[in-house]
């Protein structure tokens, strides 16, 4: 629903980056504290390499993914409306019905320019 609902503040705003902002400290405190714990295991030599600070990270970051993209950019769903108040269409079900039913089961389509004159 959220990719064909058009943002009702499009763009970056404020609030957007505030997110953003915050998920990403979010993040970097936890791989800052994970690395310093990891620090005092017999793991330090391997860590203070840029292979294994980058190993550090991508090991952290497959299951943050999924915090890192929670519909930070989608707009809130709005509430579900009950059928009848969707929009008023013209004519009955029946006439509805009998329309959509017209070329049921037929492989070419219905008449381009009008149809029944």
Do not use: C, H
């Not at 763009?11 to 505030?18: E, I, P, Q, V």
């Not at 990270?57 to 993209?69: G, K």
């Not at 108040?85 to 079900?93: D, E, N, V």
């Amino acid at each position: 629903m959220w990719l064909t609902t058009a943002d009702p503040a499009p763009g970056f705003t404020t609030n957007k980056l505030l997110k953003l902002a915050v998920r990403v400290l979010l993040f970097a405190i936890v791989a800052t504290l994970v690395s310093g714990v990891l620090g005092l295991t017999p793991l330090r030599p391997y860590l203070n390499t840029w292979w294994g600070s980058m190993l550090l990270v991508f090991v952290l970051y497959i299951p943050f993914a999924r915090f890192m993209t929670i519909d930070t950019f989608a707009p809130r769903r709005e509430p579900l409306r009950p059928a009848g108040a969707a929009g008023s269409r013209s004519g009955s079900s029946a006439q509805r019905r009998k329309e959509r039913n017209r070329y049921a089961g037929v492989r070419k389509s219905g008449p381009k320019y009008g149809g029944r004159r």
